[in-house]
């Protein structure tokens, strides 16, 4: 997954700069659009789904405790209690070292790069 997000964020940031260029067609322009839509999408669909993972696994350990563990014998009260430890951690899907994969990251590699190229050209 690092390898896949690295080479779609630079896939991204050159396409970008190949749409501000001006001596580019319109309709290569629009195909480039095209192609830098569908890294974005493709991109967003894998960052969206860790997102999920994390947040659904945020939400796990609250079935426990929101069951009627109190009236249940103190044997069962235990394994609870070690089934909530076990669910307590959340799971989040990472790029290597560098970065969770997440709506945030989404957000940082497609779409800042390009309000940081058009803030410069101005």
Not at 7 to 15: K, L, R, Y
Not at 24 to 33: C, E, G, H, L, R
Request: a neutral charge.
């Amino acid at each position: 997954m690092q390898l896949y997000v690295l080479v779609c964020s630079i896939n991204i940031c050159c396409s970008v700069i190949q749409l501000n260029l001006d001596n580019v067609a319109t309709s290569q322009k629009i195909w480039v659009f095209e192609y830098v839509s569908a890294l974005a999408i493709q991109l967003f669909l894998l960052c969206w789904h860790s997102n999920e993972i994390k947040v659904e696994s945020d939400r796990a350990d609250r079935g426990v405790y929101e069951s009627n563990w109190w009236k249940a014998d103190p044997s069962e009260r235990k394994q609870l209690l070690l089934l909530a430890g076990k669910l307590a951690p959340t799971y989040i899907m990472k790029a290597g070292p560098f970065t969770e994969l997440s709506v945030s990251t989404f957000i940082d590699v497609s779409i800042s790069y390009y309000i940081k190229r058009c803030i410069r050209m101005y």
